[in-house]
């Protein structure tokens, strides 16, 4: 049966997968009512589109710090790509490169930095933890540069891991021909059984909670999980490159807004000082559309890279790339919009605005 949609790679991934990988990836933390949220606040905001436009012509390329992509549809830091498939951040790292588009490498990839850069040419990120020992960081942080990587996103909201009862029924431990090849040498590599969740027992072990705002790098920083216009005021103040719209997948801190609802906050208080970007919940075109709509500059997606991973290797990652690009585009088409700065507010409706007909003029 063909793939017509991002969504339907899940329960293939589903039955593809061992329990104890599909549960890692699709999983949320506790109650898991932020990971339904990520994609129900969606469907609570409406298109308001313009017609008799000509749309024969669609631009959807964009820069990103300074680095022109096709579409403002990136791949987000996902952990255990090979957990997925064999060939795991290989192929994720190829079919982003053929999309056009940029891959961010996560600190917790089964492959490393050079072997990624290998594949070939590519704009790539790499997503960093803030671990105890500062000199694996400085060490990371270099590995990354070299290898030609061109931006940092740093991870802000994991000073412990959040509670995945999926994670600990399994006892989830990575598989032991794998391991985390950024830490390989560095004695950080391997993840031990425990007796609840072999990950969050590494987290607590290596994980630097007394992060705040410091900097390590030459490369531009996108700060990795702001929800507020508070934080998003410090991340500029500290000098951020940018911000990235983040509740880790609801896999964090559970009953934090949907990403989609804390972007405009997020937005409003960055007043166009630096991009904001949003990831969780995208599926659709026209999530993309309704993101940029609310200011965002682009967004990235997590989930979908590992459930068509799963199913169908470097060809289901460009797959999904390719559908979610025709949906947008199409969204684009049919809201009257020919590149993407004719997206505005004016495009859509949400359950927050005031309603327009009590901004009427009385007769």
Known sequence: MEVTNVTEYEAIAKQKLPKMAFDYYASGAEDEWTLAENR????????????????????MATTVLGFKISMPIMIAPTAFQKMAHPEGEYATARAASAAGTIMTLSSWATSSVEEVASTGPGIRFFQLYVYKDRNVVAQLVRRAERAGFKAIALTVDTPKLGRREADIKNRFTLPPFLTLKNFEGLDLGKMDKANDSGLASYVAGQIDRTLSWKTITKLPILVKGVLTAEDARLSIQAGAAGIIVSNHGARQLDYVPATIMALEEVVKAAQGRVPVFLDGGVRRGTDVFKALALGASGIFIGRPVVFSLASEGEAGVRKVLQMLREEFELTMALSGCRSLKEITRDHIVTDWDHPRARLAPKL
């Open 40 to 59: 129900n606040a969606f469907s609570r905001i409406l298109f308001r589109p313009r017609i008799l436009i000509d749309v024969s012509k669609i631009d």
